[in-house]
């Protein structure tokens, strides 16, 4: 990871403070940082922007926990963002989802 005056490169990929919550650099290059993951589409969706990516997902992987009752682990569930098909899982702690992984198989 490298710096250029105030944003993040992750990955290649420049992260900026954007709206929304922030996230863990760490997060951000396990999930989109590995080309196994599939997920360059989805980046390209929002402009290469790691953030808003994971939080699109993170909503969307929201939304369908709660629509379904998911609680604590939750493996391989499909959720679509912004036309994608992702494949995520991950834990919901206090009914908030908690994104482990997510990957286009």
Known sequence: MGYLGGEAVVGGFV?????????????????????????GGLLKKYSGDQTKAFNAL???????VNKNNITGNFKDIVVNVKGVNVTVRGTVIDGQVKIGTAFIP
């Open 15 to 39: 992260i900026t403070k954007s709206a929304g919550k922030s996230v863990d650099p760490n997060k951000l290059n396990h999930i989109f940082g590995k080309s196994e993951h599939n997920l």
């Open 58 to 64: 993170e909503s969307a992987t929201q939304k369908y």
